[in-house]
């Protein structure tokens, strides 16, 4: 079955850095658009970043181009976010999941919760404070 497990997250003061994984397993991982997303504390789920299959192609919210960087490596079954310059604002649970099932571009998505996802991790806790 389709597995998505992310892995990296931690406590880390503003400015810092922080980079995530997400293993996939139980399907052609190198076939499929990957997004992360992420979940603050009493606020709606915020798509962050896609990634297209090969990897040539990324897509960024505006909170986050220019400190966020996705990449993947498709022989690992491995997407990750790289995160710099981190802000109190990013404190959040980070999701990363495949195939977006909501309404409207699934390049640069606009979901209203975890369901608009196929699949989805179980999350990895964000905590950005000094």
């Known amino acids: 079955q389709v597995q998505l497990v992310e892995s990296g997250g931690g406590l880390v003061q503003p400015g810092g850095s922080l980079r995530l994984s997400c293993v996939a397993s139980?399907?052609?991982?190198?076939?499929?658009?990957m997004y992360w997303v992420r979940q603050a504390p009493g606020k709606g789920l915020e798509w962050l970043s896609s990634?297209?299959?090969?990897?040539?192609?990324?897509y960024y919210a505006d909170s986050v181009k220019g400190r966020f960087s996705v990449s993947r490596d498709n022989a690992k079954n491995t997407m990750y976010l790289q995160m710099n310059s981190l802000k109190s604002e990013d404190t959040a649970v980070y999701y990363c999941?495949?195939?977006?099932?909501?309404?409207?571009?699934?390049?640069?998505?606009?979901?209203?919760?975890?369901?608009?996802?196929?699949?989805r991790g179980q999350g990895t806790q964000v905590t950005v404070s000094s």
């Open positions: 999941a495949k195939i977006f099932l909501g309404y409207g571009n699934s390049i640069r998505p606009a979901p209203t919760g975890l369901s608009d996802f196929e699949s």
């Open positions: 139980g399907f052609t991982f190198s076939t499929y658009w």
């Open positions: 990634i297209n299959p090969s990897g040539s192609s990324t």
